[in-house]
């Protein structure tokens, strides 16, 4: 057990993460007043924050009882105590931030616990990097939300795996038998993990292949296509072959923008539309400047039009590989208007049955990892769950590459003979969009 310390939270905090009082082992937890008045405005709507919204304030209710604003509540057994404070002020941060906002009220906070129990280390939490740096400012001690942080960072930037000075008769016998060879019988099969993509040479030939953990052998991996569309490189065909895999039930797929995470996506869903009832693709909203979308006119579909349109955009590239009059388009036409091939907001979507279903959700390093778990545990029978894309390209606030829903899901899941992970580098929209993506 380390010295007992007090931690003063966020309402950011909260909002990502609603059993976070429950993650601070024996140490006692501060919620400014403030932090429970900036949560009354987001009980409302369908978001996660407004779910996590409406629990915690379940949460404190159950555990709170009369003293509850005098002397706090114990959390349990190995836990310290939960504390509302009601009035809390400080000369110093009035003097220096002299606008009353709510992260001022909430520094006040935490300044004044500081002062007044200086043998016990005061620590702010909370997810605003500005509001760390102001902490900092006036000597407060702060820190982000680890909870659910992963550490390796290379889960998620690496490129596939390459075994050099293979023998060429090992390749020649993976190529010709369809069934594989047994893992068993490769020296480096202890460091594979369950459909793990990877290139084996030699001095005169080259294998793609993967180690598939319901049959223990390492087995060939074609270039295959999907709907019109072909991968263009090793990486691409590991995506198709892993988004075609009925065994593979939840896929991630990785990369900056323009390497075809999405259309490869797309592709393999209608390449498989006869194997579920339906194709749902959906992306999460984040809205500029961090403005509801009610602030927008029209109707709801008007609303997030813009939003969904790149998946659209994916849509229409994908019509383009056929003449207008063919037989693919006119299924994938089809399709839209009975309701087999849905596009919308993944706010939309939440509340649906999962079963039977081909999900792809683009954009997903701007979810949470409670938000991805909410997706995934409503998976039913016979549904492929798939997630794309860019950790370098963060739109939410509070999220980064180390804490976001997708790579939190790449290192959770890893290891499992259902999921399978995929990192596309080489980005085939154009040369010029490479060359961008690589220089600007």
Known sequence: MGVKKNFVLDTNVILHDYKCIYNFQENDIYIPMVVLEELDKFKKGNEVINFNAREFAREIDEVSDNDFFEKGVALGEGLGRLIVVVNARSEDVERIFMERTPDHRILATADFLAKKDKKTKTVLVTKDINLRMKARSIGLQTEDYFNDKVTDKDIYDKEQETFDNIDSELIDRIYSTAAGIPANSLDFVKDLEPNQYFLLKSDRNTVMAKYDPNIECVVKVAKGK???????????????????????????????????????????????????????????????????????PGTEKDKVAPYMQPLFDNLNFIKRQFSAQSREVNTINEMQATGQLVIEALAFIRGRSLSDAYIIVDEAQNLTPHE??????????????????DVAQIDQPYLDQYSNGLVYTIDKMRGQNIFAHINLVKGERSYLSELASNLL
Do not use: M, W
């Open 372 to 389: 991805i778990k909410t997706i995934i545990t409503r998976a039913g029978e016979n549904t492929k769950v798939v997630f794309t894309g």
């Open 226 to 296: 999907a709907f019109g569309i072909e991968g263009r490189n090793a990486e691409q065909a590991f995506a198709l072959d892993a988004l075609l895999d009925d065994d593979i039930k939840l896929v991630c797929i990785t990369g900056k923008a323009g390497t075809g995470k999405t259309l490869l996506a797309l592709a393999a869903s209608l390449e498989k539309s006869n194997n579920y009832k339906q194709i749902l693709l959906a992306r999460p909203i984040v809205a500029l400047s961090n403005k509801d979308l009610g602030f927008l």
